[in-house]
Each structure stands twice: as C-alpha cells, then as structure tokens.
C-alpha cells in the first residue's frame, strides 16, 4: 500500500485516485463529516460518483449491504473512505464484497486503514477476519483533518491507537521490527495527547498523534490480536458501547491481566510512558495518563449495564484468542469486574 502524509495533503486526493486507476468512486463517511465528504468530492472532480454518508460504528451488516448496493447502483469502481474506524471499516466491507479497490482518508487516530481486518455488526454479534483485500490501496494522512476531532475523542481515538501497539508488543508472532514501531507509536502518541489536549489547533501535536497512529495500526495490521481487542469486539458489538471510549476504559485492566506473561511488552510500554518497567507503577501511569487527559474511566460511565457482564465472559471464553497469559472464567470477572 502506498501512504502519503503531511498537512494539505487532501489536495493530492484526486491524483491518488487517478494512480489508481478508477473512474467513478464512491465517497464514505459519516452524517456529522459534511464538510470534509464535500471537500473530498470537490478534490476529484468528475471522478465522484456520489456520496455515502451513513456510516457507523461496528459496521452494522445492514449499513454495509445498503453502501455496496449504492456503489452497484452508481457503477462505482472504486471508493474513498473519509473519517476514522467507522468510515474506513465501511470502505472495507464494499470492498470485501465487491473487490472496490479503496482509498482512506483517515481523521482520527483509529489506525484501522493500516490492517487487513475487516469487522461486521449481525444480530448483535460482531464478527471479525482478515482478507488483505480490504487494506486501501493508498493511504492520504492530512493533519489539518484533524484538527478539528474533539479534544475528548482525540484522546480516546489515541488510546485506541496505542491498545493497538499493547497488543502487537505481546502478540505471538511480534517480531524485534514490529516491537519498534509499537513501541514509537505508542511513545509519540502519548508525547502528543496532552499537547492536543492543551492546544488542540497545534499542529506539530496533531502531525505527531496521527504519526503514532499510522505506526501502531500498521504493527496491529502485522500480529495476532490478543484478549484486548476480543474484549473490546464483544462488549461494542454486542452492547453498543462507544468503540474508542471502550478501548480506552479496558487497556488498562488488561495490561493488568497479561503483565505477568509479558514482562517485555510492560517494559516497552513502561519506556513509551516514561514509568520504568515495574508491572504495577506501568499500569498505573497508563490509568492516571488517560484519567488526567480526560478519558472515561470505567465501563458504567459509557453505558455498560452491570449484568451483562457474566454475558461478556461467555463470549470471550467461547471463542479465545492467542494471549500471553491464560483466560479463566476467574480471571476474566475479577478484570471486567474492576474495569466496571
């Protein structure tokens, strides 16, 4: 995949497309993106073939049916994704079921145009898999779209983001490269959240958060998932939970959780944050880290209901993912428990 990054680089949107190749594209995004979908369509001319502006989070399967069904109804050949998790995770599911190739244009810090993993919302399960069919043939990184995100959804995307490179640090099949570029993702995104939160139009922060972004989607898009993101799929899919604000809220108790079997991935994560490689002092810098940038704190405050918790556990425990220390039933409640 090709990226291009700086600011103003939305301006190159339609010679991207043109390298392509594509004749008429499809524009993704959401109802609040306006603006950003109009300036988008403005960029490539007569190759807009029109506008789908109903993206959601977790890719409801009756949000993805009704985009490609627009894209046959408009003989598109092709689509730019505009936004974060939700827009690009449309684009993928068009591209999943028509082979569209895509183009992203992400505005927040999800890193989910950097991976080949495709997620789908059906009957309140959401299922996941992986398909480099759907990784966007080009990538355009414009920091001044940025610049307008909300200081609090800056700093949930972020958190979201730097889960991302947690998870590829203990993943199984990390390698010494992967465990570089999560560790500098990590380390520039919380070098830049608390500037974003001080000055959200500075755009040497915003230039550095999204940085972090594209390297930590990048590492997730190159390793296993691991009981973070299980978790984090269950509790969005099935209760509807805010997807950053979850990321955000469970990391913490998961790094809690794993610290025993990943003694690396803590000391990297201890570097980024600038805590040392002590587990417990780790875990807890990343919990005050978010509490002092203004994150959610606990799964009641985005909505979770408390008994739908023993519901979760099945869920995890019925389909596991590979995870550097062992999930029980125990385990799992005690964390999900806390993380409440």
């Known amino acids: 995949m090709r990226v291009v990054f700086g600011p103003g680089r939305l301006a190159e949107l339609g010679e991207e497309v043109a390298r392509l190749g594509p004749r008429r594209v499809l524009v993704l995004g959401t109802p609040e993106q306006g603006a950003t979908l109009q300036r988008a369509v403005d960029g490539l001319g007569d190759r807009a073939a029109g506008v ?4 959601r989070q977790h890719v409801p399967a009756e949000i993805a049916a009704a985009a490609a069904d627009r894209a046959r109804e408009l003989d598109a050949d092709g689509c730019v994704a505009v936004g974060g998790g939700s827009s690009v995770g449309l684009g993928k599911a068009v591209a999943l079921r028509h082979g569209l190739p895509a183009v992203a244009v992400p505005t927040t810090y999800a890193g989910s145009e950097m991976t080949p993993i495709w997620g789908l919302t059906e009957d309140g399960v959401k299922r996941t898999g992986r398909d480099r069919a759907v990784l966007p043939r ?10 307008t ?20 640090l203990w993943a199984p099949d990390g390698t010494p490269i992967t465990a570089v570029m999560a560790e500098e993702g990590a380390r520039s995104l919380l070098a830049a959240l608390p500037a974003v939160v001080d000055r959200p139009d500075d755009l040497d922060a915003r230039s550095g ?6 390297l930590c989607g990048a590492v997730l898009g190159a390793t296993t998932m691991s009981l973070h993101h299980k978790l984090c799929h269950v509790l969005g899919g099935s209760y509807g ?5 979850t990321h955000a809220v469970v990391l913490p108790h998961v790094v809690a959780h794993n610290a025993p ?6 000391a990297a994560l201890g570097r980024a944050l600038g805590a040392g490689a ?3 002092a780790v875990t807890k810098a990343l919990a005050t880290e978010a509490r002092d940038l203004g994150a959610p704190t606990s799964l009641a405050a985005i909505g979770m209901p408390r008994e ?17 220390v062992p999930v029980t039933r125990e385990s799992l409640t005690a964390l999900l428990d806390a993380a409440f």
């Open 52 to 55: 789908f502006a109903e993206a």
């Open 138 to 147: 080009s990538v355009v990184y414009d920091p001044e779209l940025t610049l």
């Open 149 to 168: 995100l909300p200081v609090g959804l800056s700093v949930t995307s972020g958190l979201n983001a730097v889960a991302h490179a947690v998870e590829a």
């Open 209 to 214: 958060a999204l940085q972090g972004a594209w």
């Open 241 to 245: 939970l805010p997807h950053a604000e």
């Open 261 to 266: 079997g990943a003694p690396a991935a803590v």
């Open 278 to 280: 002590d587990a417990d």
């Open 308 to 324: 739908g918790l023993p519901d979760v556990v099945e869920q995890v425990l019925a389909a596991p993912y590979a995870n550097p």
